[in-house]
């Protein structure tokens, strides 16, 4: 397939149902978004098996990794970036409400104390 | 009627959007609180399982009745990953190409709605595979939903996640079936972005599923 441009000059669609405020990503750029995703799921699987996985930043640098991953296909591939406001807030809020709650369950049962 | 008085016909919404993106935004919304839930819980027992076999470690007698190794099977589930990202990406490609349909570039098989949904759908049957062949191996090895604690939240878990993709994947083909039946329309596209939506959650949620319970220990 050549490099098209996924623009909605279309007149049948329906851009303000759909409630994108701009464009959607070019076929480059949905090639460069897999591309970069498979290369973090890569780096993510060799550092599993490399004395790295016993350093202090092994779980940091998963985590931020992961997070990195999540938002791309969040932005690009969900197209949340180029979505209406309202679409973010639905997802962002209880994104939210779900880290925190998740994070204060972690801390309550002493997953961050070193004891288990 | 016109395609484009046909296109814009949904019922006129005080947000000026379509309730349907509304709805699946907000389901998507309670679906992260689900997973949340169910991944918190995985993580607050892992480590606290008595007996054997554990995700990481390997368990000896006394502790299990025989040698049992470290149950999590790396390769597999990196594949799978892998497989579930690609699927993704061939689900963009299948709304842009229900999108831009009669455009030019997007006759042949890759500018083909048909192509890419079958391709997404065959990607998350791929993925459901796996999952099956690591459930199997996982009860063969002696560890099943009432083994310990780590069974219990690992299958529970990851049950729901394949549950979601099976029912991803049961939309697609539905999809699929339409667009053999009638072919879908750039007026469709609205259809094929909501499944697109909920085929990419189901995609992050995987994404953080494989790095705190696979890689983490």
Redesign the interface.
């Known amino acids: 397939m050549a490099d098209h441009e996924f623009r909605h000059t279309n007149p049948d669609i329906d851009v303000h149902a759909m409630g994108e405020v701009h464009e959607h990503p070019t076929w480059k750029q949905y090639k460069w978004v897999a591309l970069i995703l498979t290369l973090i799921t890569v780096v993510e699987v060799w550092i599993y098996y490399t004395p790295f996985k016993d350093s202090p930043l092994f779980v940091p640098v998963l985590l931020i990794m992961s997070a990195v991953k999540f938002a791309i296909v969040v932005l690009f591939y969900m197209h949340l970036k180029y979505d209406h406001k309202l679409f973010k807030a639905l997802f962002t809020g209880p994104l939210i409400i779900a880290i925190s709650t998740l994070t204060a369950l972690l801390f309550l049962f002493g997953k961050f104390s070193g004891k288990h | 009627m016109s ?2 008085v046909a ?2 016909a ?1 019922p006129p919404t005080s ?4 309730h349907r ?2 709805a699946i ?2 389901f ?3 679906e ?2 689900l ?3 169910l ?2 819980t995985y ?2 027992y ?3 399982s008595v007996v054997g076999p554990f995700p990481h470690e390997v368990c000896d007698p006394p502790v299990c009745a025989t040698h049992l190794n470290a149950i999590l099977n ?1 390769p597999v589930t ?1 594949f799978s ?2 497989v579930l ?2 699927s ?2 061939a ?3 299948a709304l ?1 190409a229900v ?2 349909r009669g ?1 030019p ?2 006759e ?1 098989i ?2 083909s709605s048909k192509f890419w949904l079958l391709t997404t759908a065959i990607l998350g049957t791929t993925f459901l595979g796996c999952q099956a062949y690591e459930f199997t191996s996982f009860v063969h090895e002696g560890l099943t939903i009432r083994t310990n604690l780590f069974g219990s939240s690992f299958f529970t878990l990851t049950g729901f996640h394949g549950a979601h993709v099976t029912a991803g994947v049961l939309w697609l083909l539905t999809l699929l079936a339409i667009d053999i039946k009638r072919g879908l ?3 469709d ?2 259809l094929v ?1 909501i499944s ?2 909920y085929w ?2 189901v ?2 949620v995987w ?2 599923i ?3 319970v696979y ?3």
């Not at chain 2, 947000?15 to 379509?18: A, H, K, S, V």
Request: contains cysteine.
């Open positions: 395609s484009a296109s814009h949904h947000t000026g959007l379509d993106k509304i935004w907000a998507i919304g309670s992260c609180m997973f949340a839930s991944i918190s993580l607050i892992k480590g606290r790396i990196s990953t892998f990202l690609m993704s990406l689900m963009v490609l842009a999108e831009n455009k570039g997007y042949g890759f500018g329309q750039p007026k596209a609205l972005d697109a939506l990419h959650f995609d992050v994404i953080a494989f790095t705190l890689l983490i220990k």
